[in-house]
């Protein structure tokens, strides 16, 4: 199932099934829940998808604006430098990490599928990093390895857009360039674990105005998504609706000779085959 975050031709924020023929409006039908997040935390997802699955859709995909899949997640967790060619992309010496690196992002950071990314007049090194996201179902503290998948609602897709000369200003972090407002996304959609393992070996691939930027399997993850869930856990009560994102593989703008930052009218698109594709245009932001 392909569960949507969406505004109506409305303005109204709703949620619902993605299928052949467009999308089944379940928050019009369900005045008792209040959004994916809330569908996730009440354990409604299959009868929810057993409901749409016998329902006429009420729109098409063209006719209603993507919201971030969870648009109020609690958590927004982030993994840096996950991927083996990542780490020695970095070309310093280093030896693969005990730990995973981990930050957070606010929910105003991020947009949904087919919205503009902006580009902030504060920097020029506005960049892309494409991410397979885990989508927690079940709160659970001090998580088993085994237990993982027991834990796990689905996958979705993130732009995780960086501004990377703030990414350095400070000795110790990355908040300050990982929280541009609209800087990255997260969509289209989340595809529910009875239609895709995320313990599978999942591809991500990056494309910028149409060209493969980056490309890689999570059979490559230093820290697999078992791992980082139980890692997590052991210092977050992870809760339904949080979500993950867990890490970029290599290829990622800053790390070409020059660098290819993005630019307005670039376009991105993050494709996870199961998933689908994360499209979005970078426009210059305007200043108020």
């Known amino acids: 199932m392909r569960f949507v975050s969406f505004q109506n031709d409305a303005g109204e924020a709703s949620f619902g099934v993605v299928t052949d023929g467009g999308v089944v409006d379940l928050g019009a039908r369900h005045d008792d829940l209040a959004d994916l997040r809330d569908a996730i935390r009440r354990d ?8 749409a699955a016998v329902a006429s859709p009420d729109y098409s995909l063209d006719t209603i604006e993507f919201l971030p899949t969870l648009p109020n997640p609690e958590k927004i967790i982030c993994i840096g430098v996950n991927y083996a060619n990542r780490n020695a992309e970095y070309q310093d010496g280093s030896d693969d990490p005990e730990y995973p690196s981990v930050f957070m992002r606010t ?8 919205q503009e ?51 350095r ?37 990056t494309r910028v105005n149409g ?12 820290f697999p998504f078992r791992y980082l869930i139980s890692y997590l856990s052991s210092f977050y009560r992870l809760k339904p609706g949080d979500i993950i994102a867990t890490g970029t593989p290599n290829g990622a703008g800053a790390r070409f000779d020059p660098p290819r930052f993005l630019k307005p009218q670039d376009r991105v698109e993050v494709e996870v085959p199961g998933i689908g594709v994360l499209s979005n245009s970078v426009v210059s932001e305007t200043v108020e």
């Open 44 to 51: 409604a997802l299959l009868l929810l998808g057993e409901e």
């Open 107 to 114: 929910r105003e950071s991020l947009v949904g599928h087919a």
């Open 117 to 167: 990314i902006l580009d902030p007049p504060e920097s020029d090194q506005l960049d892309y990093e494409g991410e397979i996201v885990l989508v927690i179902g079940r709160e659970g503290r001090r998580i088993a390895e085994a237990d993982a998948h027991q834990y796990v609602a689905g996958t979705t897709i993130m732009n995780e857009g960086s501004v990377r000369d703030y990414l």
């Open 169 to 205: 200003h400070a000795k110790f972090n990355v908040t300050q360039g990982k929280n541009f407002e609209r800087s990255g996304s997260l969509g289209p959609w989340m595809v529910t674990t009875d239609e895709l393992d995320p313990f599978d070996n999942l591809q991500v691939i």
């Open 211 to 222: 060209e493969e930027r980056q490309n890689d399997v999570t059979d490559n993850l230093m």
